[in-house]
């Protein structure tokens, strides 16, 4: 078993680094220190420890909180501006998350990988 020392090590190094796979976070701790665990061994050690397996959020490449909100007052005032029967078209070349995919792993239980996490939408 792992001692305190390598525990928080190990829980430090989980946090920091997305591994995609309880067979991948063995293998870390093998190499690191010799110890071997089986499957359900480490997926044990990983509850007890608050990690979960889970996908990342994720976030637009290119986000701009500001650029964002611009758009949004940009908007407001041209639906404003517009007459009743008189569409307000939307044209988008590329889906921002096409051919994004992301990946599931162990981290902590509660959080997320990424600091900020983007809204499911802005209403406009």
Not at 72 to 78: A, P, Q, R
Not at 79 to 88: S, V
Not at 104 to 109: C, D, I, L, R, S
């Amino acid at each position: 078993h792992l001692s305190e020392e390598q525990t928080a090590e190990l829980i430090t190094y989980l946090t920091n680094n997305l591994l995609p796979t309880t067979q991948a976070i063995i293998e870390q701790v093998a190499d690191g220190w010799g110890i071997r665990y089986t499957i359900p061994g480490m997926t044990q050690w990983l509850h007890r420890n608050g990690f979960s397996y889970r996908k990342p959020v994720g976030i637009p490449h290119k986000f701009s909180a500001e650029a964002q909100r611009a758009f949004v007052e940009t908007y407001n005032e041209l639906k404003q501006k517009a007459c009743d029967d008189e569409p307000i078209l939307f044209i988008d070349a590329v889906h921002p998350t096409q051919g994004t995919k992301l990946a599931y792993g162990w981290m902590p239980a509660g959080k997320n990988l990424s600091q900020w996490k983007p809204p499911a939408a802005v209403p406009l």
